[in-house]
């Protein structure tokens, strides 16, 4: 911002006056007081949690920990992703994606690291690293892969997604959660891929805990035709409770390096808080705060981590992470900022909170054309994970289908146009069908004179083999019967 305005006579006269003076022209350029607010856009709150994604989560509790008095300006946008690209700050012309570039950006190359020791700062990094690689598989059974499970986070989504995101995000994150966790070995609690065979046990599991055959079994023991009893053993063999097994030896696998890291101290690196504690917080709140049909991760780790379940808490009521849903979608009808923030107080709303994006008509042909690309075999891109370290789409990218389906739904529109106003023609072909061999004489006088060479040629022909015929002497025989007069 310039000190004085250019467009300003005396001011513009003054500036020439200093250039033939100086030959120079200084100008004093001061900082704009009024800096635009940075802007986190992220998946809407469920559950009582900032998000309903970890990581957008992490990204809420670290600005809630950076700015706590308002240091800095910022705000809360709940949106629906497009490509994977969310959490995405936005801080004047920079745009950046995921947890850990955010956190980078904010800052800095601080993060404290002048109070961490060399020791500490790499626990910073390989606890980050610990909870990025294993964080997101439980969250994944938990959430998505369980059938039951996945139909309570089904409806969260439904309360904070527009009408077509609804048929899109939800069913692409499960796929997602599903590609993530197939060399687990717990699809049996997916009852989406369960087939039942006689024996009440599912045919995907490789012959685990099946009984023998009836048939086998009947001609052994006539008893076996009545019911049979489970036993210890035949419950423990069954593929949902191997599965069982399984997604607990995962939670104590996750839980108990963190719990052993955390120990006696308040967090998990030493005496003050670190980033690290807000991705740590967006893990552990959606294991421990949403109460689903099977909520084996909410009870492993309220009965076996009580430290866990007491920092979590600790840190959800420091920094003020309760969110109600309902209050945040109420924000949608404030149409002045005066309004917007008397809301925010009425709500008694600790976080930034904006109403929700509106999805435009180019946003929604968008999704949902991409989506259909991504079903036909030669359209379709390679099945991907998503990155921390995500890079937005090109512009012209995003809006080239939406574009060809403008394009190509016009030029169809075009056409039935013309058909249908007469501009053009349909060919309908000829009003009368005659059916059966032309002849030459339906081609006009040159057929006709066509049709007379070929009949003479016909004659001539006919008439040299009659020649030939008689040429050749053969004996015509002729009986010829005599009547006399007599009768004899």
């Not at 190359?109 to 294993?134: P, R, V």
């Not at 009408?163 to 995000?169: D, G, K």
């Not at 717990?186 to 009836?214: A, M």
């Not at 009659?466 to 009547?483: F, K, S």
């Amino acid at each position: 911002m310039v000190g004085k305005r250019l467009g300003h006579n005396s001011a513009f006269q003054l500036l020439l006056r200093q250039v033939e003076r100086d030959g120079q022209l200084n100008l004093h350029v001061k900082a704009n007081p009024f800096p635009l607010p940075m802007e986190l856009y992220v998946l809407g709150p469920a559950f009582g949690c900032p998000s309903i994604d970890a990581q957008c989560s992490a990204a809420i509790a670290l600005l809630r920990w950076r700015y706590p008095a308002g240091e800095k300006e910022w705000k809360l946008i709940p949106t629906h992703e497009q490509d994977g690209q969310l959490p995405l700050l936005a801080d004047g012309n920079l745009r950046l994606g995921g947890f850990g570039n955010i956190a980078r950006h904010i800052l800095g190359a601080e993060d404290h690291s002048g109070q961490l020791d060399a020791k500490d700062h790499a626990d910073l990094t390989a606890a980050s690293s610990f909870l990025e690689a294993n964080g997101q598989n439980l969250l994944d059974i938990s959430l998505y892969v369980s059938f039951e499970n996945y139909s309570t986070t089904r409806s969260a989504f439904t309360r904070i997604l527009p009408q077509h995101a609804n048929f899109i995000i939800p069913p692409r994150r499960r796929a997602g959660a599903r590609a993530r966790t197939e060399h687990l070995g717990v699809s049996s609690i997916d009852i989406d891929n369960v087939h039942d065979d006689l024996s009440g046990r599912t045919s995907n599991v490789d012959g685990v805990g099946k009984e023998q055959n009836f048939e086998v079994e009947a001609q052994k023991r006539a008893s076996l035709l009545l019911p049979r009893k489970d036993t210890l053993k035949s419950l423990l063999k069954r593929p949902e409770h191997a599965a069982t097994f399984k997604m607990h030896a995962l939670a104590d696998n996750f839980f108990g390096p963190l719990q052993d890291m955390l120990g006696d101290k308040p967090y998990l690196i030493g005496e003050q808080m670190t980033s690290v504690d807000c991705q740590a917080y967006g893990y552990l709140c959606l294991m421990l705060f949403p109460q689903l049909p099977h909520n084996w991760l909410h009870l492993a780790m309220k009965r076996k981590y009580a430290k866990l379940v007491r920092y979590v808490e600790r840190i959800h009521a420091a920094l003020g992470l309760h969110v109600n849903v309902d209050d945040v979608l109420s924000l949608s009808n404030c149409k002045t900022d005066a309004d917007l923030e008397g809301r925010r107080k009425a709500c008694d709303m600790s976080l930034p909170w904006c109403p929700p994006t509106s999805a435009t008509f180019s946003d929604i042909m968008t999704m949902t054309l991409g989506e259909l690309m991504q079903h036909v075999p030669l359209l379709k891109t390679p099945p991907t994970v998503l990155a921390a370290n995500r890079v937005k789409a090109p512009l012209w990218q995003r809006y080239l289908p939406a574009f060809v389906a403008a394009t190509v739904g016009s030029i169809g529109l075009g056409l039935y146009y013309a058909v249908r106003t007469g501009l053009i023609i349909w060919p309908h072909g000829e009003q009368a069908h005659i059916f059966g061999r032309k002849r030459f004489s339906d081609f006009g006088h040159l057929g006709s004179a066509l049709a007379g060479v070929g009949l003479l040629t016909r004659q001539a022909q006919g008439e040299a083999a009659y020649q030939q015929q008689q040429d050749a002497g053969q004996p015509v025989h002729v009986d010829v019967a005599v009547q006399g007069d007599g009768g004899a």
